[in-house]
């Protein structure tokens, strides 16, 4: 399902919010592993698994070892719109999936995930307690893995930014937005007159 929205005449992919369930049990700058870093634990409707969804169309650039949570980085194709009205390529990074082989024979072939295509699941590989995903992003193409460890021993996505300042939540249902200033496609500033394109599960609208 396609989320689009054009500034100046140009289309953009926005970035849609990972999961269909918006559940933070640990936020940005959170007590137990996050301390001083961008990062968010989504565990969904509830202590099960649930699939997590590509925000935009993107590239798999490299993953991580099971012992780190089979952490797997994406590169977005084209440059995106953040919901802080920016314009640039997006990285993502998601960790704690038990299983990313299906992830990496699709990738071998060189398939570009779609915009909302479901690529992963939530999971407790490495250091989890529970099932969730454990969600970073960052502005501008993939170059390195992680930052850190910072001054408490947490690593982060290179130039990470806050998810709130990136990712839309049209379609999402929000449980626990951990207070953060969550948007839909329709607040997000271009700075110029834009229009919105959502392709949904029963349609296609447009916004002006
Ligand atoms: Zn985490």
Avoid at 9 to 26: A, C, D, H
Avoid at 93 to 113: E, Q, S, T
Avoid at 129 to 134: K, L
Wanted: net charge neutral; aromatic share 12%; glycine share 12%.
């Amino acid at each position: 399902m396609a989320l689009t929205k054009t500034k100046d005449g140009k289309s953009y992919e926005l970035l849609r919010f990972p999961m269909k369930v918006m559940n933070i049990t640990q936020g940005n700058n959170g007590p137990y592993s996050h301390q001083g870093v961008n990062a968010l634990d989504i565990a969904g409707k509830d202590t099960g698994i649930e699939p997590t969804f590509a925000p935009c169309s993107m590239r798999y650039k490299w993953h991580d070892s099971a012992a780190n949570g089979n952490a797997i980085f994406f590169e977005s194709v084209n440059k995106v719109m953040f919901a802080d009205g920016s314009i640039d390529y997006a990285t993502l990074m998601f960790i704690h999936d038990n299983y990313i082989g299906d992830i990496l024979a699709l990738a071998n072939k060189g398939h570009v995930f779609a915009q909302w295509e479901e690529f992963g699941d939530e999971g407790t590989a490495g250091r989890a307690t529970g099932n969730h995903c454990h969600f970073e992003v960052a502005k501008g193409k993939y170059s390195r893995p992680y930052d850190g460890p910072n001054r408490y021993g947490v690593f982060c996505l290179h130039n990470s930014i806050s998810a709130d300042k990136a990712c839309v939540v049209d379609g999402v249902t929000i449980k626990n937005g951990n207070g953060m200033a969550w948007k839909k496609a329709s607040q997000v500033k271009t700075g110029s007159s834009g229009s919105i394109k959502w392709t949904a599960e029963n349609g296609t609208a447009t916004f002006t």
